[in-house]
């Protein structure tokens, strides 16, 4: 039941990351929310690897966690580098006067439920 619940989550964190990736392209509000105008163009160059990373990234280990398949564990120490990684930019855009705290308090709460999925599936 926690293999199910912690893959279910990952899939969860990918599709969200997406989907917020949609919401601030399309949204000028909800991107206003996350990013000030200065630190939009710095946002824009992150998309790719961000989505790539952090969203295709958790929606692929956390179907592997839900297959259980022997490559996700490894996979999830790589995705937990990336998210702490992701975490770390957002922390130091609220340093400088482009960001907003809210999208840095809600990679805070991903990169605590990643590693805490992490450290779940090794004990495994």
């Keep these: ?14 599709a ?3 989907i917020w990736w949609i919401l601030l392209y399309r949204s000028p509000t909800v991107r206003n929310w996350f990013v000030a105008d200065a630190g939009w163009p710095v946002a824009r160059s992150l998309v790719v690897a ?11 280990v956390g179907i592997g966690i839900l297959r259980n398949d022997r490559w996700a564990s490894v996979a999830l120490t790589a995705l937990t580098a990336v998210v702490a990684y992701a975490t770390l930019v957002s922390f130091a855009w609220v340093l400088e006067p482009v960001d907003r705290w809210l999208g840095a308090f ?5 990169l605590g439920a990643t590693m805490a999925a992490n450290v779940w599936v090794k004990r495994q």
Excluded at 5 to 13: E, F, H, R, S, T
Excluded at 50 to 60: T, W
């Design 1 to 14: 039941m926690a293999r199910r619940n912690i893959g279910l989550l990952l899939v969860l964190q990918g």
């Design 16 to 18: 969200i990351g997406i």
């Design 50 to 60: 961000d989505v790539i990373g952090f969203g295709l990234g958790s929606v692929i």
């Design 106 to 110: 809600a990679m805070l709460g991903s």
